[in-house]
Every structure is written in structure tokens, then in C-alpha cells.
């Protein structure tokens, strides 16, 4: 079992959608979650951070769930901008901490 | 303030061939990592580094070698290139590997080998 499971995707909305993406991990010991974004043929960079209180940013909301050990990302009034992969992350305290990446989702938003 | 940046953009390689991703990072982070992207999966930890001097192996270390002789700069080189080690290499950086720390990423090294 990988230590952080995304769906794969495709997700394909039109613009103005709402969309969620859910991301689960399999180590107790993970201590903080994050949701990257990765446009295509670029580097990931971090696009916030998600606490156990929920957080949102904009159109973007993030919550924990760490009794089920998930967490998810939900993108409101979808862009044509918004098309690209969203990895989860999560830091796991191993001693020191480490960093799993999720395989991302896809998400295209069309006209 | 440029960042993390990595050269060469892309190179092809011929199976055997040995080359040098360069990575610098102008931020003064400790933390420096080399990771490759496979298509449709998740970024996988080479090697990192905590400090000058001082490296670790990730997750997938085997045909890789790295050095960190200063703060800004941490190489990887490949010695003997497979067609298995074809990927797309990110370099990143972080100011310490706490609880709550992210990390930056360079704009990552296409590498083909034929």
C-alpha cells in the first residue's frame, strides 16, 4: 500500500465547477499535510497548507481528517487557470521527518 | 533572488554515458534534495543533504552520487546512464526539515537515455 493515495484523475469540469479531491495516508505518525500543484512540465509548488481546523484560501479549501486519515482539497468556481496535476504531501516524523508525495490528480477545466 | 535553478534543461544520454545535474540555490536553505518524477507517479527522494558536507540516501539511490561542498550548491551525477534512470530530476531546497517546513523546487532536468 503506498504511504499516500490520490486518484489519478483525469477530472474534467467546465469552468464555474466545484471540484474535490480527496488524498489518503497510511502513516499515524504524519504530522503535517500540505497540497502542491504542478502545472504541466513544471515544478510542483506548494499551494497551502492543510490543518486539522480547515483552511481556505480564495477559492480553494483544505480540511484534515485525521481520525480517516484523509484529507482533501476542494477547488470552488473552477478556471481554465485551475488545469493542472495536485499532489498531496505529507510530512512524517521518523526520527527526523520525511516527505511523501502523492502521485497528484489531474484536474483539466474546459470552456 | 533566483531561487532553486538546475542545469542542463534537457540532455540526452547514450547507456553508459556519465553526466553531472547541477543544482544551486540562492535562499542560504540547509536542507537540499534530488528527486526524479517517473510519468504518473509520485516524486521519489534520490539523495538529500542537511548541511555542507554532509548527504543521505533517499529512496532510490542506485547509479546516483552527490557531494555538497557548499551552502548553495548540490550536485548529482550519474555515472554509468540506463535507460531506467530516463526521468525528469528535481532539485529542491528547504530551511530545515521541521514539521512544518515545504520545500522549493528547481525547474527540473529532462533527462533521456538512449
Known amino acids: 500500500r503506498k504511504e499516500v493515495e490520490q486518484d489519478p484523475g483525469p477530472f474534467n469540469v467546465p469552468e464555474g465547477a466545484t471540484v474535490a479531491f480527496n488524498c489518503t495516508y497510511s502513516?499515524?505518525?504524519?504530522?503535517?499535510f500540505f497540497w502542491y500543484r504542478q502545472d504541466c512540465r513544471k515544478e510542483p509548488k506548494l499551494l497551502m497548507s492543510?490543518?486539522?481546523s480547515g483552511n481556505e484560501d480564495g477559492r480553494f479549501t483544505a480540511q484534515l481528517n485525521r481520525a480517516s486519515q484523509y484529507i482533501s482539497l476542494l477547488i470552488r468556481d473552477s478556471k481554465l487557470s485551475d488545469s493542472a496535476t495536485y499532489l498531496c504531501?505529507?510530512?512524517?516524523?521518523?526520527?527526523?521527518?520525511?516527505?511523501?508525495f502523492g502521485a497528484g490528480t489531474r484536474l483539466f477545466v474546459k470552456a | 533572488n533566483a531561487g532553486v535553478t538546475q542545469t542542463p534543461k534537457f540532455r540526452i544520454l547514450k547507456i553508459g554515458q556519465s553526466m553531472t545535474l547541477q543544482c544551486t540555490q540562492d535562499?542560504?536553505?540547509?536542507?537540499m534534495y534530488w528527486y526524479r518524477q517517473d510519468p504518473g507517479m509520485g516524486l521519489k527522494l534520490i539523495y538529500y543533504?542537511?548541511?555542507?558536507?554532509?548527504?543521505d540516501k533517499g529512496e532510490v539511490p542506485n547509479g546516483y552520487n552527490v557531494s555538497r561542498s557548499t551552502t548553495e550548491d548540490f550536485p548529482l551525477r550519474l555515472e554509468l546512464a540506463a535507460p531506467s534512470q530516463t526521468s525528469v530530476y528535481f532539485c529542491?531546497?528547504?530551511?530545515?526539515?521541521?514539521?512544518?517546513?515545504?520545500?522549493?523546487f528547481g525547474p527540473g532536468t529532462r533527462l533521456l537515455v538512449l
Open positions: 529542491a531546497s528547504s530551511y530545515s526539515l521541521g514539521r512544518e517546513e515545504t520545500q522549493y
Open positions: 502513516n499515524s505518525a504524519s504530522q503535517s
Open positions: 492543510v490543518y486539522s
Open positions: 504531501v505529507v510530512n512524517v516524523k521518523t526520527g527526523g521527518f520525511k516527505t511523501i
Open positions: 535562499m542560504n536553505h540547509n536542507y
Open positions: 543533504s542537511v548541511g555542507a558536507g554532509i548527504t
